[in-house]
């Protein structure tokens, strides 16, 4: 219920890639993005991005913003540096979960990544499609931010009294 920022999506990308040393598989950079706007989201009541969400096979992916990570590819999977970063473009509490999110799984690679985003309950509400071949795309039910995973990823088991403000926030 957000409107969408494309400066905050290309910087979001920019904050991973250079964590990354300049070059980053773009599905790395956008499962980072991902958990970021899923745990700005239930700590603070509203996304980072505030892009469009939908369920993929690989798990859950932020539409707009990978398409800003395709065009800006280096080779056929790597995204590099867009442009310098604009930390100015964030908040603290933006800027406090990017670096939340990129040291809990910045050593993971993009398959370890698309395995933690199956555990996720907004993606799991669509497994059965994807595993049955019935659709490519779903689009993500944006209360499923706020369940906890069944299993604990440490950084998302927070406490239901904020899940409960937090989602009443954002809804």
């Given at each position: 219920m957000y409107k969408f920022s494309k400066l905050k999506a290309v910087q979001a990308i920019n904050f991973f890639v250079k964590?990354?040393?300049g070059?980053?598989?773009?599905m790395k950079v956008i499962k980072l993005v991902s958990l970021s706007d899923r745990l700005h989201l239930q700590k603070y009541g509203r996304p980072i991005?505030?892009?469009k969400y939908y369920a993929l096979k690989h798990g859950i992916v932020p539409s707009t913003t990978l398409d800003i990570a395709k065009v800006n590819s280096l080779g056929r999977y790597d995204v590099g540096f867009i442009d310098?970063?604009?930390s100015k473009?964030?908040?603290?509490?933006?800027?406090?979960?990017l670096e939340a999110i990129?040291?809990?799984?910045?050593?993971?690679?993009?398959?370890?990544?698309?395995?933690?985003?199956?555990k996720l309950p907004e993606w799991i509400r669509h497994k059965e499609h994807f595993e049955a071949g019935k659709e490519t795309r779903r689009k993500v039910v944006e209360k499923d931010f706020f369940k906890k995973p069944e299993e604990d990823l440490g950084i998302f088991?927070?406490?239901?009294e904020l899940l409960?403000?937090?989602?009443?926030?954002?809804?």
């Open positions: 964590k990354e040393g070059r980053c598989s773009y991005t505030g892009d310098e970063i604009d473009q964030f908040s603290k509490t933006d800027l406090e979960v990129y040291e809990e799984f910045g050593k993971l690679n993009q398959f370890e990544l698309r395995d933690i985003s199956h088991q927070i406490e239901d409960d403000i937090t989602k009443e926030l954002y809804l």
